[in-house]
């Protein structure tokens, strides 16, 4: 083998070599990408994210025109050492175009005769946009001290066409779990 034939061969390995390293590469920032950032649809014990830790959470198939959305519990980002925090959350997806997307989202608890609005709820709006399906607006996160009932989360989704509210599954507090903080 000649110098010419043998530096040709080198640098042919090489580039084949550069090229798995890409490739590997790709690959490994891929999967990252799926670790780092899950899937908003997906059920987790990811902070931020439709708990998994309830069954049914988070509700799904309603229509609001031809947006379409998710609502339920959502996981805790900071329990404090002697509880958790009380967080609803609602996600909304759109098709089309709506020069205004609105939500609400609120917690309801069951007082023994019908479901009450606990405290405040939290609104959103976008203007001119599809609706982005990647995040959750969620409620303020409550303490709700030694209360234990029967918990939904309730949200008004609205576009410039059409409106309507939506309940998720409902939930009781575990009484095995610490008091919420």
């Excluded at 799926?34 to 908003?40: G, H, I, K, R, T």
């Excluded at 958790?84 to 609120?106: D, L, Q």
Aim: glycine share 10%; charged share 10%.
């Amino acid at each position: 083998m000649n110098i010419s034939s043998w530096t040709s061969a080198v640098a042919a390995a090489s580039r084949r070599s550069r090229a798995a390293a890409a490739t590997a590469l790709a690959a490994l920032v891929l999967g990252m990408t799926v670790l780092v950032a899950p899937s908003a649809s997906a059920s987790s014990p990811t902070p931020e994210y439709f708990s998994s830790l309830i069954a049914g959470n988070p509700s799904t198939g309603w229509l609001v025109d031809d947006c379409y959305g998710a609502i339920g519990f959502v996981f805790d980002l900071n329990p404090t050492p002697t509880g958790w925090h009380h967080i609803g959350g609602v996600r909304v997806n759109c098709i089309s175009r709506h020069s205004i997307i609105s939500a609400t989202v609120a917690l309801y608890y069951w007082n023994g005769n019908s479901w009450v609005q606990h405290l405040n709820g939290k609104s959103g709006v976008l203007y001119n946009t599809t609706g982005s399906g990647f995040g959750i607006l969620d409620t303020p996160h409550y303490c709700v001290g030694t209360f234990r009932g029967w918990w939904t989360v309730g949200a008004t989704v609205s576009t410039e066409r059409a409106s309507r509210t939506v309940f998720s599954e409902q939930a009781p507090d575990p009484t095995s779990a610490p008091l919420p903080c």
